[in-house]
């Protein structure tokens, strides 16, 4: 999953909170399924609809039906059991069964033996008093005859000792709706689709987007690739996405080499209102799985904004085919929904996933080098608001746990770095020849989607395959709890400390959380936005230190307040969403007098420490610094 704090933008003056399909695939199963579960999209009430599961084969007195209560990827407890209504068991004569709630997630039925069925109601989580802390990419939107997002964790449940059995999946839904997944499908109409899912694990795996059609897939080399979009305006259309898309992958594929096989993937993109970003807190991103991810972004983003924010936030899901689909523990191949046995390799799973997102742009040409270094330089800065003398091992073993749980957003950030000096560490040992990737290839090799590793052994392994350096880093800095010294692998890269332009998510923000303009009392003692710092668009137009911020695009500020935030927010935050030919005016006073500035907001930066090419670095290091970025 990739929870958005560092690359997108904020809303309500507040930090962003941090993994097309086209056609169904028709691949139809001999399986007998054993358990059938129906969904119906057409008589929804309430945001709630019905879902009906018929197991077979029960020979026990009592069973326990379970709604998840944890799901891989996620990393907390979000116990979708609560969305549940309504639970009531029934024989094959219509009889009612004796269920007695066990606790948010669990249910015992009686009698279970005669157990014909169970139907229960399950509401969406975008609205309502319970939905605002779960992650919109990993929730459910049921908007009747207009949008059904489906992420099927939230709604489809499995019985005790039934995790293995395969279901049949059939949903009714509206006409001029159409469903997009990577859930082989049985057969399909225009009002009802029957799916198969050979495990209660590909259940969870495979979310569905039920809307009216904007979708494009295409064939790239190897792999078949879709791209779903839910737009509430319709000003996003999957076809203008098409080349960013396919530019991506390609680059994704030539990066992973031999390391990646897999024959889909699918992107659901559900682009969500002003109103639900604000119900969810400004959280934004995605949730990956196996073959495709369902990513919520807002929809009010201009087109070079969300092209962006998918290279960056797809290219992060998609790298999770490489792990954990073919590296992974056996916690993770076991998961236990309902109770949290959590692997000690969050390092790996959404560290390395995270530092290739980057890795693959620079090594593939599609970003500058300047632009690396500036994201490696901003996952510095922003992992300083956590503990940098946490085990990293500890934490992910007990992420579900405080203070580890708080601690969850560094595993993008220190752990993309702690990637990075291993990178750094095993080309300098193999004078240029192998990376952190060379070290990733070769356990996809030797595991694979069907076999997992043992959680205990995973860094000896890694160890035998490089070098007695790695183990120090290992030992010193992700088993152990010593701060890394980012400086001396920058040195050994030929990099170091210096002044650089760095990019800004808006022309009013110097990053998501601090303004261009601060509020200070005046001489009448009212509170003013005084502008403190320029950066170069406001610097272009004629914009002061000194000057007092009146407004944006025409919007002015209201009196400044606490009472006012949302106003003096709905000025301040659009301008995240502007693209770079953005026409717009900015009104300051000067003195007595009041002026307005009109321009393009172009690209703004700011100069600041970063990282930077050192003039003085030995030229084997410029080598081997060539080899860590292009090789």
């Not at 590296?327 to 799973?349: D, G, P, Q, T």
Request: hydrophobic fraction near 35%; proline fraction near 4%.
């Amino acid at each position: 999953m990739k929870i958005l704090s560092h690359s997108l933008l904020a809303t309500l003056g507040c930090a962003l909170l941090i993994s097309a399909c086209a056609s169904l695939k028709n691949q139809p199963s001999t399986t007998a399924p054993q358990i059938t579960a129906t969904i119906d999209l057409v008589n929804v009430n309430d945001d709630k609809v019905q879902i009906r599961l018929s197991p077979k084969g029960i020979n026990q007195q009592e069973v326990i039906f379970y709604i998840p209560q944890i799901i891989p990827g996620s990393y907390e407890y979000s116990n979708y059991g609560r969305f549940v209504e309504n639970l009531r068991a029934f024989d094959k004569k219509g009889k009612e069964l004796a269920v007695m709630a066990l606790d948010q997630n669990s249910w015992k039925i009686s009698n279970a033996k005669k157990l014909d069925h169970i139907s229960y109601l399950v509401e969406d989580t975008f609205d309502g008093d319970q939905g605002s802390n779960i992650y919109p990419m990993g929730g459910t939107n049921f908007v009747k005859d207009e949008v059904f997002l489906l992420n099927l964790h939230s709604m489809i449940g499995y019985f005790e000792g039934m995790k293995e059995t395969p279901y049949r999946l059939s949903i009714q839904s509206p006409k001029e709706m159409r469903a997009f997944t990577s859930l082989t499908i049985l057969s399909e109409s225009d009002s009802l689709d029957v799916f198969l899912a050979q495990r209660y694990f590909h259940i969870i795996d495979n979310p569905i987007l039920y809307s009216k059609p904007n979708a494009i897939s295409f064939d790239l080399e190897d792999i078949k690739v879709g791209l779903a979009v839910y737009s509430p305006s319709d000003v996003h259309q999957a076809e203008d996405y098409r080349k960013i898309i396919e530019e991506m992958m390609i680059a994704q594929k030539k990066f992973l080499g031999a390391a990646n096989e897999t024959p889909s993937y699918d992107i659901l993109l559900h682009l969500m209102s002003m109103d639900e970003l604000e119900y969810f807190g400004g959280v934004m991103g995605a949730l990956e799985h196996h073959t495709s991810t369902t990513v919520v972004f807002l929809d009010e983003m201009g087109s070079q904004e969300l092209t962006q924010s998918l290279i960056d936030v797809v290219s992060h899901e998609f790298f999770h085919t490489l792990t954990p689909l073919n590296i992974h523990s056996e916690e993770i191949h076991n998961f236990e929904y309902n109770k949290a046995l959590m692997s000690k390799h969050l390092w790996m799973y959404e560290g390395t996933t995270e530092y290739f997102s980057d890795l693959f742009q620079i090594n593939q040409g599609l970003i500058k080098e300047t632009d690396f270094y500036n994201r490696i330089f901003k996952k510095m800065n922003d992992s300083e608001r956590f503990d940098d003398t946490m085990s990293f091992m500890e934490m992910s073993s007990k992420i579900v746990e405080e203070p580890y749980q708080s601690n969850y957003s560094n595993v993008y950030l220190k752990g993309a770095l702690i990637n990075m000096c291993l990178d750094i560490i095993i080309r300098e040992q193999s004078r240029g020849d192998r990376g952190i990737l060379w070290v990733m290839q070769n356990l996809a090799k030797r595991y694979g989607p069907e076999k997992p590793f043992k959680d205990d052994d995973l860094i000896d392994e890694i160890v035998t395959m490089t070098y007695p350096e790695v183990a120090e880093f290992f030992t010193k800095h992700i088993e152990g709890n010593t701060p890394i010294d980012y400086k001396t692998y920058f040195e050994k890269v030929g990099l170091t400390m210096g002044k650089t332009q760095i990019p800004l998510p808006s022309i009013i923000f110097k990053d998501h959380n601090d303004l261009f303009i601060v509020p200070q009392r005046s001489s009448v003692g009212t509170v003013e936005y005084v502008v403190t710092g320029l950066n170069s668009t406001l610097e272009t137009m004629g914009v002061q230190t000194g000057d007092v911020f009146l407004g944006l695009d025409g919007k002015m500020l209201p009196e400044i307040s606490p009472e006012n935030a949302v106003e003096i927010n709905t000025v301040l935050t659009p301008s995240f969403n502007w693209d770079t030919d953005r026409e717009f005016t900015i009104t300051v006073r000067r003195g007595a007098e009041t002026h307005t500035f009109s321009g393009l907001s172009g690209t703004p930066s700011a100069e600041s420490d970063g990282i930077v090419a050192n003039p003085d670095a030995e030229p084997k290091s410029v080598t081997l610094r060539e080899a860590w970025m292009k090789n």
